[in-house]
């Protein structure tokens, strides 16, 4: 109004107009200051209630090591969810067929590392690629247990920018990497 020329005086309608349109403009721009702080507010949330992960079991939906030919040995982490009697891990090509088996002898409940020296049953060395490890053992009572690769308890959670990262065996893997959380 101050800027107006006295002279030609604006039109009421076209003053009510603009006024309009720069009330619907602050609105505009308080609601996304508002959105934005919601959204803030909401990773901040998930985050946290990722901590209570901690001490649940993460299935990674992924079994298999991965071989080289080069006659290397492979190292790979087992979660053992109650102690171990005896039992055996099997190592399968991606068609199903056994390739070569690991003892596993008494250990209490944890997870432990095992190496596969990459080679079959009949001491050839492998050939590169995905294996699976599933293994089947039984513990102190004689009851039939198993587990497999890929299966750990949630150790810890980091947060690493906006990325959540969940302590899993003996690495840290991306929440999105894992499929189903027990």
Same mark, same amino acid.
């Given at each position: 109004?101050?800027?107006?020329?006295?002279?030609?005086?604006?039109?009421?309608?076209?003053?009510?107009?603009?006024?309009?349109?720069?009330?619907?403009?602050?609105?505009?721009?308080?609601?996304?200051?508002?959105?934005?702080?919601?959204?803030?507010?909401?990773?901040?949330?998930?985050?946290?209630?990722?901590?209570?992960?901690?001490?649940?079991?993460?299935?990674?939906?992924?079994?298999?090591?991965?071989? &080289?030919? @080069? !006659?290397?040995?492979?190292?790979?982490? /087992?979660?053992?969810?109650?102690?171990?009697? *005896?039992?055996?891990? +099997? =190592?399968?090509?991606?068609?199903?067929?056994?390739?070569?088996?690991?003892?596993?002898?008494?250990?209490?409940?944890?997870?432990?590392?095992?190496?596969?020296?990459?080679?079959?049953?009949?001491?050839?060395?492998?050939?590169?690629?995905?294996?699976?490890?599933?293994?089947?053992?039984?513990?102190?009572?004689?009851?039939?247990?198993?587990?497999?690769?890929?299966?750990?308890?949630?150790?810890?959670? &980091?947060? @690493? !920018?906006?990325?959540?990262?969940?302590? /899993?065996?003996?690495?840290?893997?991306?929440? *999105?990497?894992?499929? +189903? =959380?027990?």
């Amino acid at each position: 109004m101050q800027y107006q020329d006295p002279t030609q005086p604006m039109d009421t309608d076209k003053i009510l107009s603009q006024t309009s349109q720069l009330a619907t403009l602050e609105s505009a721009d308080n609601t996304n200051k508002t959105l934005t702080a919601l959204a803030a507010s909401l990773q901040g949330s998930q985050q946290l209630s990722t901590v209570s992960a901690i001490g649940k079991i993460a299935d990674l939906g992924d079994d298999t090591v991965t071989t &080289k030919a @080069d !006659g290397n040995a492979v190292s790979f982490p /087992i979660y053992f969810p109650s102690d171990v009697s *005896s039992g055996t891990a +099997t =190592i399968t090509d991606t068609n199903g067929n056994k390739i070569s088996t690991i003892a596993i002898g008494a250990n209490a409940a944890g997870t432990y590392s095992f190496s596969w020296d990459g080679k079959d049953s009949t001491g050839k060395v492998a050939d590169a690629g995905a294996y699976h490890v599933a293994v089947a053992y039984t513990d102190p009572s004689g009851n039939a247990k198993a587990t497999k690769v890929g299966v750990y308890p949630i150790d810890s959670v &980091k947060f @690493d !920018g906006t990325n959540t990262l969940l302590g /899993i065996g003996p690495n840290y893997v991306p929440l *999105s990497s894992v499929q +189903t =959380i027990y």
